[in-house]
């Protein structure tokens, strides 16, 4: 499969501040990646342990957006689901019907991740805390099977006592994805300019620095590119959409697109998965063309600017993330 999402994936319960309840809709950071990327291309799979109620709820889903559920591996005898409640304000609880050791037990195993694999794989996302002999034996197979690696890093890895680990790290990780808030906690800093610095300083590769409503900056080659939201959209629920985004990031990565354009891919998927609670019943050709549009004009927001660029940003396209084979024409 050329993309592989390798992040367990499960179920939501949201309850709404007016009382309506929607059931049974998948969730979880794996499945927004995998969202994410099925609004660019199809040839995309998810791998991870499940339980026995999760196909049953699910695979009609996965059925009619073209995606194998092959990589879905029964391994629990409890199917996790998270019930997210909304209150008036805007704010949210999640209790998961779970702990989170036991879900994190239901990540794929190195192998069922590399049993996904073959040489058309392009690119493999995984969210994950600093799991060292996971990730290192994820960077090598890097070299067994040439695709490249984005790692989206969980909050609770985000500490200081982490810095000197996650920054050796970056070296070896093609694409970095971080919120700023993360960020912060990571450098025990409540600048985020300066824990944005000090991630483009640590670097040689490419880190997606998420800025919420703000959209995002894709820090690469010693320049910060600015990749702001799309406009004009009305978030209906902000769930998922930093793991969208950063899936959509890594696609654009692998398929030679400069980091804005490629950041700005990471703001349009994010845009159609907020669009609604979950995600959409159905991707279809008009979702991506509507997201290239979408990319493709913030780009050019993020290019011109609503004033002068930063100190140190760049307005140039640079080039595509370290061993990409080709550089995209923008559209």
Known sequence: ME?????????????????????????????????????????????????????????????????????????????????????????????????????????????????????????????????????????????????RLMWEISEDACRPEQIDVIEAYLKEIDIFSINRGEAKLLYGTEDEAEAEKRLLKASPNWVFFRRGAEGAHLLADGRVYDCPSVPGVRAVDTTGGGNSSSAAVLYGCCEGYGPQMAGCMGSAAAAVIIGQFGVPDVFTEGMRAQAFERANRCRKLGMSGAGEPQEGKSMLQSAPCRGADRKKEEL
């Not at 309850?15 to 499945?31: C, I, K, R, Y």
């Not at 998810?46 to 391994?75: A, D």
């Not at 019907?97 to 190195?110: H, Q």
């Open 3 to 147: 993309y592989v999402i390798a992040t367990t994936v499960s179920t939501d319960e949201v309850h709404l501040a007016d009382g309506t309840v929607f059931e049974n809709q998948p969730g979880s950071a794996g499945f927004y990646a995998l969202a994410g990327m099925r609004v660019f291309t199809d040839r995309v799979a998810v791998c991870g342990g499940i339980g026995p109620e999760y196909l049953p709820r699910h695979e009609k889903w996965y059925r009619e957006n073209g995606i194998s559920t092959k990589g879905l591996v029964l391994r629990s005898p409890v199917s996790p689901t998270i019930v997210i409640h909304y209150f008036p304000d805007g704010s949210r609880v999640d209790e998961p019907n779970i702990g989170l050791s036991e879900f994190r037990a239901l990540d794929p195993s190195v192998d069922e991740v590399f049993d996904c694999c073959g040489q058309d794989t392009k690119g493999v996302y995984v969210f994950k805390a600093v799991e060292r002999d996971y990730l290192d034996a994820l960077i090598g197979g890097k070299l067994r099977f040439g695709y």
